[in-house]
């Protein structure tokens, strides 16, 4: 466990005027410590450009209602406190700034680890040898594919970045893990919390309450921006099925078009337990999904094994045989989704359960 005092500050890192999933479970950390645990706790965004935006707080994370601070001196660099910071190289980098306070590192993904060690230099000799060879031969001699949804490229990462031998790691007092997949990746790292994130916005259990299944279509929605080159291929395969991008679209506008559809499918990596599939589901969608990243696991992603498929080309004739059947046996293959829907809408309070086994409250 993790003391923390009744004078105790917590400080939690996220980059500033910047919204993803990470940064959304950072602001829901920092939320819940104060309102369920009565820990004062911080936002502390960092690389905040006050020439550009008026304030650090993105738009999308208001919601929360956080207290912030852009910078942290000695006077808060004191054992008491505690700082936590994301596993990006950006947030771990700041551990080195400070002796005295209680370094946690918070695993949202693996893959982001590694992926944001890439730096210019990474990029720089690839691209000057194709230049060369376009000007010479006219077309490029490296295949410089630095596709982050990409196995191949997550392997050569992990060969070139041993995280045992990292020395910034190495500063944390402690590490929380918000996957089952990376609670094993990052198995070396002492001591080690299971902390995983229930990653919905409360807007989408709202809606699942009021759900009418009998509006439901038979449509496809998927993530464009995720697995693309082998949904596309799903796409051109079922040209008789309607397939529905998610992209572009407001808060509003997905629960919308989920609470329409009754598929969704994702072909993409899972460097985390991910949200949109969540979402999905929470709204009454079936949901398909391949078996990289956390989607290769069932404590992550805890759909039945039968709606989890390799993307494979061989594989497509049976993702539309499982699309048709969600179509034509939908209120029972929505059946076959109810404990993953009840593990989201019990997520918040997970969540505060497991808050509370970390961080423990003490007399000094």
């Given at each position: 466990?993790i003391?923390v005092?009744?004078?105790?500050k917590?400080?939690v890192?996220?980059?500033?005027?910047?919204?993803?999933?990470?940064?959304?479970?950072?602001?829901?950390?920092?939320?819940?410590?104060?309102k369920?645990?009565?820990?004062?706790?911080?936002?502390?965004?960092?690389?905040?450009?006050?020439?550009?935006f008026?304030?650090?707080?993105?738009?999308?994370?208001?919601?929360?209602?956080?207290?912030f601070?852009?910078?942290?001196?000695?006077?808060?660099?004191?054992?008491?406190?505690?700082?936590i910071?994301?596993?990006?190289?950006?947030?771990?980098?700041?551990?080195?700034y400070?002796?005295?306070?209680?370094?946690?590192?918070?695993?949202?993904?693996?893959?982001?680890?590694?992926?944001?060690?890439?730096?210019?230099?990474?990029?720089?000799?690839?691209?000057?040898?194709?230049?060369?060879?376009?000007?010479?031969?006219?077309?490029p001699l490296?295949?410089?594919?630095?596709?982050?949804?990409?196995e191949?490229?997550?392997?050569?990462?992990?060969?070139?970045?041993?995280?045992?031998k990292?020395?910034?790691?190495?500063?944390?007092?402690?590490?929380?893990?918000n996957?089952?997949?990376?609670?094993?990746?990052?198995?070396?790292?002492?001591?080690m919390?299971?902390?995983?994130?229930y990653y919905?916005?409360?807007?989408?259990?709202?809606?699942?309450?009021?759900l009418?299944?009998?509006?439901?279509?038979?449509?496809?929605?998927y993530?464009?921006?995720?697995?693309?080159?082998?949904?596309?291929?799903?796409?051109?395969?079922?040209?008789?099925?309607?397939f529905?991008?998610?992209?572009?679209?407001?808060?509003?506008?997905?629960?919308?078009?989920?609470?329409?559809?009754?598929v969704?499918?994702?072909f993409?990596?899972?460097?985390?337990?991910e949200?949109?599939?969540k979402?999905?589901?929470?709204?009454?969608?079936?949901?398909?999904?391949?078996?990289?990243?956390?989607?290769?696991?069932?404590?992550d992603?805890p759909?039945?094994n039968?709606?989890k498929?390799?993307?494979?080309?061989e594989?497509?004739?049976?993702?539309?045989d499982?699309?048709?059947d969600?179509?034509?046996?939908?209120?029972?293959?929505y059946?076959?989704?109810?404990?993953?829907?009840?593990?989201?809408?019990?997520?918040?309070?997970?969540?505060?359960?497991?808050l509370?086994k970390?961080?423990?409250?003490?007399?000094?």
């Amino acid at each position: 466990m993790i003391e923390v005092y009744t004078d105790s500050k917590i400080y939690v890192a996220c980059p500033a005027n910047f919204a993803t999933g990470g940064p959304e479970l950072l602001h829901q950390l920092a939320y819940h410590l104060r309102k369920d645990l009565s820990i004062d706790a911080y936002m502390y965004y960092y690389n905040f450009d006050d020439r550009i935006f008026e304030t650090p707080v993105h738009p999308e994370y208001k919601m929360y209602g956080n207290p912030f601070v852009t910078n942290l001196n000695e006077v808060e660099d004191i054992k008491k406190n505690i700082i936590i910071v994301p596993e990006v190289r950006d947030g771990i980098n700041l551990l080195q700034y400070f002796k005295n306070i209680r370094k946690g590192i918070w695993f949202l993904s693996v893959d982001n680890y590694y992926l944001s060690q890439l730096t210019k230099k990474d990029f720089f000799i690839p691209r000057a040898i194709n230049k060369i060879a376009k000007f010479l031969f006219g077309k490029p001699l490296i295949n410089f594919d630095f596709d982050i949804t990409s196995e191949k490229i997550l392997k050569k990462l992990v060969e070139k970045y041993d995280y045992t031998k990292d020395p910034l790691l190495k500063l944390s007092d402690f590490y929380m893990n918000n996957s089952y997949r990376g609670l094993k990746w990052f198995s070396d790292l002492k001591p080690m919390y299971y902390l995983p994130d229930y990653y919905v916005n409360i807007r989408f259990i709202e809606e699942s309450y009021a759900l009418n299944l009998n509006s439901k279509k038979n449509i496809v929605a998927y993530n464009p921006k995720k697995g693309y080159l082998f949904t596309k291929k799903i796409i051109e395969f079922a040209d008789d099925i309607v397939f529905v991008p998610i992209e572009n679209m407001t808060r509003e506008e997905v629960i919308n078009l989920l609470k329409e559809v009754k598929v969704y499918i994702d072909f993409g990596h899972f460097p985390g337990p991910e949200r949109i599939p969540k979402e999905a589901a929470i709204l009454g969608c079936c949901v398909i999904t391949g078996k990289r990243g956390c989607a290769g696991f069932y404590e992550d992603v805890p759909i039945p094994n039968e709606y989890k498929f390799e993307d494979r080309e061989e594989n497509i004739p049976k993702i539309i045989d499982k699309i048709k059947d969600c179509f034509e046996n939908y209120e029972e293959r929505y059946k076959d989704f109810e404990y993953y829907r009840e593990v989201i809408k019990n997520g918040p309070q997970k969540f505060i359960e497991d808050l509370r086994k970390i961080f423990v409250k003490v007399e000094k």
